[in-house]
């Protein structure tokens, strides 16, 4: 049995899926018992803190997912410690393809993550472990762009030819269970990305197609751009800063797109497309989806 941490998120969800439909038995530990109340049937739900679970949590479990937001750097250490203590064999973390870059150029630290310190606790701990590093969510794209395609068919924003690999979160989450239940990743960074570089224009032309609405991205300067991310997202100004400085490195050149899976497992790259991201999500933008 698995032991899932952060399940109720964007990536926990898909993960649990993944190992169900591979007919692995799963156990959550969430602090949200209406979230978990909304996982499939089938998943044992353990309503706890998963900073600081229970001994029998551990019960009968194989491998630990270790969710970076859901466990944070302080406790981190502490749990795969206390798994190992309650024979737990190997771990699975999850992080973030840029958490080698300067900390000031992680905007995702601006939010209080801490992938570096909480992959670096389980690189560190007893268990063999494997750290799965992920690159920018397609996810994020409706955050980011959602409200604007529902009003019209023009995004505006800054940067028009950064460019991104986007990830489908169902690659994120199965390889995250490759991970789980394969020892022969262990000891492995694995960054996954998905298979296209896609400048944002690109990328809001792609989710036209799948909403069947001609929708164009017209860049506006960043400064601009930056006052209504913090004004009308409700972001704050140090996330936006680092958020521009991040294109304004990136503008102009192809994302980095991991290798692809072999038949030794996850190399990065399970391959979902923008595209079909964008169909499956089609809804989020008003859409009729599929
Ligand atoms: N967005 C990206 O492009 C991207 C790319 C690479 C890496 N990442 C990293 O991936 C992580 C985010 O993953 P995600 O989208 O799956 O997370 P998420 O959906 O926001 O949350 C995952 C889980 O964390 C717990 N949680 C949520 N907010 C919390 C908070 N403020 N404090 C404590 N626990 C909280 C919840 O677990 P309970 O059920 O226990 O409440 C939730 O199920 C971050 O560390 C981020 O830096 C993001």
Avoid at 112 to 125: F, K, M, S, T, Y
Wanted: no cysteine; net charge negative; charged share 20%.
């Amino acid at each position: 049995m698995y032991l899932i941490t952060g399940a109720t998120g964007s990536i926990g969800r898909p993960l649990v899926d993944a190992l169900l439909a591979q007919g692995a038995a799963v156990r959550v530990i969430s602090r949200d018992p209406a979230a978990a109340a909304g996982l499939p049937a089938g998943v044992d739900v353990v309503q706890g803190d998963p900073r600081k679970p229970e001994p029998h949590v551990f019960q009968g479990i194989s491998a630990l997912f270790v969710h970076p937001r859901a466990v944070g750097e302080e406790a981190a250490g502490r749990l795969v410690s206390a798994a190992a203590e309650h024979g737990v064999r190997r771990v699975v973390v999850m992080s973030a393809i840029n958490v080698d870059e300067e900390p000031a150029h992680q905007p995702s630290r601006y939010n209080g993550d801490r992938n570096r310190e909480v992959e670096e606790a389980i690189v560190q701990g007893p268990l063999p472990w494997v750290s799965v590093r992920p690159t920018s969510f397609a996810l994020n794209t409706v955050a980011m762009w959602a409200g604007q395609i529902r009003a019209g068919d023009v995004v505006r924003g800054p940067y028009a030819d950064f460019a991104e690999a986007l990830v489908h979160e169902k690659d994120v989450a199965e390889t995250i269970a490759r991970a789980l239940q394969d020892d022969a990743l262990d000891g492995r960074y694995l960054p996954v990305t998905g298979p296209q570089s896609l400048t944002q224009a690109e990328a809001v032309a792609v989710i036209g197609e799948a909403i069947g609405r001609p929708l164009r991205y017209e860049e506006i300067p960043a400064e601009s751009a930056a006052q209504g991310m913090v004004r009308f997202g409700g972001l704050s100004e140090p996330f936006v800063q680092a958020l521009l400085a991040r294109y304004a490195r990136g503008a102009g050149r192809p994302a980095v797109v991991a290798a692809p899976t072999g038949a030794s497992g996850p190399t990065g790259r399970i391959g979902r497309t923008f595209a079909e991201w964008a169909a499956d999500h089609a809804a989020a933008f008003g859409g009729t989806g599929r």
